[in-house]
């Protein structure tokens, strides 16, 4: 059944008449004239939720008491307005576009006006108020300037009170995300990479948990969701967040996601070691290879981006081996798998899926592995060995090196993360797994590699320098015997857990459905895929 109509009207475009309608969803316009075709590059409808803002035009004519200097701009009644729009470029860039209709006099150009923003503000969850951090600091130090020149002008455009604070070191937006007022917010904003979001992210969780009187650090807690959405303004070395839930890593692209107010559910990971929360993780954990690589590029950051190049060659050359116990809950009733080559994409129907269910059933440590290898079907699991890596990759983790990411099935939403296990191999095997990374070649397929989709995982190396108490409670979990701590003298590796260092190599890992929501919809596909063509199914 066609749209409802609210409103038609003859107006001019580019001195020719056009009718323009305006329907609940809608804003469409079309030649009067048979034969007379606008234009290739124009546009003759505009879906209202991709409409970035109306505004007047204000016409104004010269007047010279002289004819040659002395000029006085002298206003005219305003009878044409703009309709400012989004542009879909290839690549999933989206440029801001512009028509602009004349109309018979200011009195129905007002009334339009007003129409088109009364759509807007009744029927569209846009923001109205952001609170925007920048990292001056981050990727090629770029923030501010990214900030000020191709966001800031959109963000005025569309009539968004940003309040702007520049951080001036690390953790600076954790810590006052701790201290300010919220309340009156309709998102947060970051400008800058992967480590800037991740900082936002732990302290929005952080002060909603203490808020909601929740226990951050118990495993089993049922976390709430924050009422805020973030947005990424990508300004960092790999920004895969900002792959992974957008396409791109392109700054307008980001603000008009956040300008037109769209919703994307996020998983979230919480990373505890024994009874303590250490961090939230929304995208990559990394024990072994891509653990050392973080620690020993963060010795380098005067390199810049370029570091984690050389820190990648040097570690791969030495190709450390690290032993230890992986226990893992599959995800038993998911109807997915880390070798479906099934892309999450815009209104996935798993995430969406994912998001109706029943909350997962509260840990039980009654049910963690002992001497068994399964507890029935859906039960706990476990794996040892000696590992190159250890990966959990909660998305995708796509980014510019990596275009189809470190597991390119990963979803954004279906409250899962894929656990990808690297046996120790040859050196030039475990190359060409890397290599695979740079093509659409399937990189699970190896010998060496085991990849599950699971819940919950716990890691415990196979080392000797822990505590009797350590010793003690791993053995009551089951997860490994005190003859196991002794065999090995092996040093451990660290954690890079979204870029930053965990230096706990025993962690507990929980993945959060749904836990947060960004100003984004999910990768844009042009072709059918398995996923729902619709964009935000956030509640």
């Known amino acids: 059944m066609a749209d409802q109509v609210l409103a038609r009207e003859t107006f001019l475009l580019k001195n020719r008449q056009v009718d323009v309608t305006l329907s609940p969803t809608r804003l469409s316009w079309y030649p009067l004239t048979a034969g007379d075709a606008l234009h290739a590059s124009d546009a003759n409808a505009v879906d209202l939720s991709e409409v970035i803002a109306v505004t007047p035009v204000e016409k104004r004519c010269q007047r010279s008491k002289d004819g040659f200097s002395d000029i006085e701009l002298t206003p005219i009644s305003c009878s044409r307005f703009a309709v400012h729009y989004v542009q879909k470029k290839r690549g999933r860039i989206w440029r801001p576009g512009k028509v602009t209709f004349k109309c018979p006099d200011p009195t129905v150009c007002r009334e339009w006006i007003d129409r088109l923003q009364e759509r807007l503000n009744q029927e569209y969850l846009r923001p109205r108020r952001l609170l925007v951090f920048v990292n001056p600091f981050g990727g090629k130090k770029r923030g501010v300037q990214i900030y000020q020149q191709k966001v800031a002008p959109l963000f005025d ?5 940003a309040d702007v604070i520049v951080t001036e070191r690390a953790g600076h937006a954790r810590d006052l995300l701790q201290e300010l007022e919220l ?21 929005l969780i952080t002060r909603t948990q203490q808020e909601a009187g929740v226990d951050k650090d118990w495993l089993a807690a049922e976390l709430v969701r924050p009422h805020l959405r973030i947005g990424i303004i990508p300004a960092g070395s790999t920004d895969a967040v900002s792959y992974a839930t957008v396409g791109v890593n392109d700054p307008v692209t980001s603000a008009l996601h956040i300008i037109i107010g769209d919703c994307q559910p996020l998983d979230v990971s919480s990373v505890h070691y024994r009874s ?3 961090r939230y993780n929304v995208s990559f954990l990394g024990y072994g290879f891509y653990g050392d690589v973080v620690r020993d590029s963060d010795l380098r950051r005067w390199m810049g981006p370029t570091r984690y190049d050389y820190s990648g060659f040097k570690k791969f050359c030495r190709r450390k081996i690290y032993e230890g116990e992986v226990a893992f809950l599959p995800c038993s009733d998911q109807g997915s798998s880390p070798y479906d080559q099934i892309r999450c994409t815009e209104g996935c129907l798993v995430c969406k899926q994912a998001g109706e269910k029943d909350k997962p059933t ?5 049910e963690q592995p002992r001497a068994v290898e399964t507890f029935g079907p859906g039960g706990w699991q476990r794996v040892r060995g000696r590992f190159i890596a250890i990966n959990a990759a909660t998305n995708s983790c796509a980014c510019k090196k990596t275009p189809k990411g470190v597991s390119p099935s990963a979803h954004l939403a279906d409250g ?3 656990l990808i296990l690297i046996h120790a191999t040859p050196r030039y095997r475990f190359l060409g797994h890397l290599l695979k990374h740079l093509t659409d070649s399937d990189r699970f397929n190896h010998s060496f590699i085991e990849v599950y989709r699971v819940r919950e995982f716990k890691f415990r190396p196979v080392i000797i320098e822990e505590t ?5 409670e791993d053995e009551e979990a089951g997860v490994l015997s005190r003859r196991n701590y002794r065999r090995n003298t092996r040093r451990n590796s660290v954690w890079n857990c979204d870029g930053e260092i965990i230096d706990q190599p025993a962690i507990d890992v929980k993945v959060h459905c749904q836990l947060i929501k960004l100003f984004a919809r999910g990768i844009e596909e042009t072709k059918q895929s398995s996923c729902w063509p619709v964009g935000c199914f956030c509640a």
């Open 416 to 418: 899962c993360t894929d």
């Open 362 to 366: 509260p840990f039980n440590p009654s």
């Open 183 to 203: 309340n009156k917010l309709d998102g947060i904003v970051c400008v800058g990479g992967d480590g800037m979001f991740s900082e936002i992210l732990n302290g």
């Open 157 to 161: 455009l569309a009539r968004i009170k």
């Open 468 to 472: 009797e108490d350590d010793m003690v």
């Open 276 to 278: 303590q929360l250490l």
